[in-house]
């Protein structure tokens, strides 16, 4: 069994990496796409759907399971693995994003930040300490530093001091954390949409040596151009031998323009909220299951998938299900959808082996493109 946390950098093609994160629980293979288990679930999946897909990760979020069932209380259940059935890695957020975005009632201070559940209203209080303990609880495998994450655009003085906050707060997250034999914590790189910021919060992150590295504060409200020249600008300022985690995105073409820059790591609500929505992703792009024109028509989503809910159902049966608002459409086209995300990942992954990155990039790209079959 590994007992220690450590990430090997197996492969490059121009800045995309081929790397493997090993740890106690398992192996993680990046480029790699976390599916995101909110509450301690993957939304209409089963855990060995989630598994069967080909994810060697999940991430909770520990906002919510502090809210509901309580951290305390997943701790004397045997921690967020045993409680879900995942028996795998798991990474935690710190809890800060939804403070700041899903709490109306918060005051921001030094030590940390009060708010009132978005449930009930009862109060609480995170601090760094706290949601570094909170994680400890939740036997959290890669767990995040508390930051203050700004939506953009914002003023260039807020995002300045959001920042230097965040840095004071990851210092004190390290020295919560201490020495925990076969797990992690990550600092998270802000700055906004200002490219001096950016460079030193990940230079600053750097220097306190942690054994991961996320990139936050983007895909919230920015174009995807701003979003790449901050990658652009922050990923050679943070270490090689590192893993590096770009929070909260994205979309398939997000993806591939991140991993080109160098990202190995991502998760996002995107492939199960769309899935609950009747959208599908596919090797031809977006698929809208809600359209009048599958009504009819008799033909699965992708024929060449490996994926039952892409391969051996009717886009009629689906359309059927999603106008029907049956539980049933979500759970398949979710299913879809992540099946859909961890094969692009294993394509990136085996192109970066191959050194023919930029020409599957291309083919991947080109398919999305030519778009979806024409109606019957």
Not at 119 to 145: C, N
Request: hydrophobic letters at 40%; one cysteine or more; aromatic letters at 6%.
């Amino acid at each position: 069994m590994i007992e220690n946390f450590s990430f090997s950098l197996l492969a490059t093609d121009g800045k995309a990496r081929r790397g493997e994160i090993s740890m106690p629980r398992g192996r993680i293979r990046t480029p790699a796409f976390m599916p995101v288990g909110t509450g301690g679930t993957v939304k209409a999946m089963y855990m060995d759907q989630v598994r069967g897909v080909g994810a060697d990760i999940i991430l909770g979020n520990t906002y919510h399971l502090m809210l509901r069932p309580g951290a305390e209380r997943v701790a004397r259940l045997g921690g967020l693995h045993e409680f879900a059935r995942w028996p795998h890695p798991i990474l935690t957020d710190s809890g800060g994003f939804q403070v700041m975005s899903l709490s109306k009632l918060r005051k921001l201070t030094e030590h940390g930040v009060t708010f009132r559940s978005h449930i009930d209203g009862s109060p609480y209080e995170m601090s760094p300490e706290r949601s570094i303990e909170i994680q400890g609880l939740l036997h959290s495998d890669i767990q995040m530093q508390l930051d203050e994450c700004t939506a953009l655009p914002a003023d260039a003085k807020e995002i300045e001091r959001a920042m230097e906050l965040s840095l004071r707060w990851a210092e004190r997250c390290k020295t919560a954390f201490g020495d925990q034999p076969g797990k992690a914590m990550f600092g998270i790189v802000q700055g906004g949409d200002i490219a001096p910021l950016r460079v030193r919060s990940a230079q600053a992150l750097s220097a306190m040596d942690l054994k991961g590295y996320a990139i936050g504060g983007l895909a919230v409200g920015e174009p995807q151009a701003v979003m790449l020249d901050m990658l652009d600008i922050t990923c050679p300022e943070l270490p090689t031998q590192k893993p590096r985690y770009l929070m909260g995105v994205g979309t398939p073409d997000d993806i591939l323009k991140s991993v080109a820059r160098g990202i190995d790591m991502f998760d996002c609500v995107m492939p199960t909220r769309a899935g609950r929505h009747g959208l599908a992703y596919t090797r031809r792009g977006k698929i809208n299951l809600r359209n009048a024109r599958h009504a009819d028509d008799p033909r699965p989503l992708d024929e060449e998938s490996d994926c039952p809910a892409a391969r051996d159902y009717s886009r009629a049966y689906l359309h059927h299900l999603v106008r029907s608002q049956e539980a049933l459409g979500a759970m398949l086209l979710t299913w879809n959808n992540l099946s859909y995300y961890q094969k692009l990942m294993q394509h990136i992954r085996d192109a970066i082996e191959a050194g023919q990155f930029d020409a599957r990039a291309a083919v991947i790209t080109e398919g999305w493109a030519r778009g979806d079959l024409p109606p019957l």
